[in-house]
Structure formats: structure tokens, C-alpha cells
């Protein structure tokens, strides 16, 4: 049982750059992959990008050279770092979570354990 909450979403123009952090209660997750997922509406969750417990991350192509994940366990806090934000970012960024020490990752949201409860990301043009 590690509840996670999000925060950090917001407006934000095109270009511009938000920065969510995910902060985890009742427990440590150094031993978790983390997983920031996003949702749009009308359309189906989607995996955005992960970080391992070793550090291993991995991102959707989309988000690739514009999005940085990134975790510091003594906090129990993981972030993503989104720059140059488009408007098809637009949409609910949920941090997910689940028991995991390997060097892989897992884009099916019904791989994951734990759940935020979301925050907006709205990017205009």
C-alpha cells in the first residue's frame, strides 16, 4: 500500500513547460517502477514514460527529447520534467506504481498496483 498523489499540472502555451512531481505516502517505492500515464478525453490511457529503481528510463516516442523523468527515493518523490509542451499533451497525468526491481518496463495500465488521483495538463496554442 503506497498511495501516491500527483501535482504540478496547470495552463501552460504551447512551448512552454510544466513540471509534475508524484510524492508517495505510507511507504517507500525505491524498489518500484514508477509510470507516469496520461489520458485524454474521449481516448484511452496511455503509457508517457518510466523510471526503474536502477534508474532505467523509458519514454513514448512522442515525448522523447522533450519529457524527463526522473526520481529521488529519499523523498519518495518522482517527477516529470515537460518542455516544449504541445496541445496534443493536453490531458489527466496520472502517476502509477508497482513492485518491481528488473531493468524492464510496463505500458498496460492494468500492470500497476497503485494510482494517483490525476492532475490536469492543459497546453493551448
Known amino acids: 500500500q503506497v498511495p501516491l498523489v500527483e501535482s504540478g499540472g496547470g495552463l501552460v502555451q504551447a512551448g512552454g513547460s510544466l513540471r509534475l512531481s508524484c510524492a508517495a505516502s505510507g511507504g517507500t517505492f525505491n524498489r518500484y517502477i514508477m509510470t507516469w500515464f496520461r489520458q485524454a478525453p474521449g481516448k484511452e490511457r496511455e503509457f508517457v514514460a518510466s523510471?526503474?529503481?536502477?534508474?532505467?528510463?523509458y519514454y513514448i516516442n512522442s515525448v522523447k527529447g522533450r519529457f524527463t523523468i526522473s526520481r529521488d527515493n529519499a523523498k519518495n518523490t518522482v517527477y516529470l520534467q515537460m518542455n516544449s509542451l504541445k496541445p496534443e499533451d493536453t490531458a489527466v497525468y496520472y502517476c502509477?506504481?508497482?513492485?518491481?526491481?528488473?531493468?524492464?518496463?510496463?505500458?498496460?495500465?492494468?500492470?500497476?498496483?497503485?494510482w494517483g488521483q490525476g492532475t490536469q495538463v492543459t497546453v493551448s496554442s
Open positions: 523510471i526503474t529503481w536502477t534508474a532505467n528510463t
Open positions: 502509477a506504481a508497482r513492485y518491481y526491481t528488473g531493468y524492464s518496463y510496463f505500458t498496460d495500465s492494468n500492470q500497476y498496483d497503485y
